[in-house]
């Protein structure tokens, strides 16, 4: 795995973490924010054929 690979996996995980911890405080500002970065995240990995797996958010 290259370290661009690694590098947006770890920020998908982070990102998922976020998010729910987010979701578990009621913090609605913050949730909006990681599901936005999570999104992108998708996305770039999408376009360059980064396979995430299963996600738990």
């Known amino acids: ?3 661009f690979t ?3 996996l770890h920020r998908i ?3 998922e973490s976020g998010l729910t911890r ?3 405080e009621g913090d609605d500002f913050l949730a909006d ?3 936005g970065e999570l999104e992108d995240l998708r996305r ?3 376009e360059h054929g980064v396979e995430i797996g299963a ?3």
């Open 55 to 57: 996600t738990s958010v």
């Open 44 to 46: 770039l990995a999408a």
């Open 22 to 24: 987010a979701r578990e």
């Open 33 to 35: 924010v990681e599901q």
């Open 13 to 15: 995980k982070t990102t």
């Open 1 to 3: 795995m290259d370290a």
């Open 6 to 8: 690694a590098g947006l």
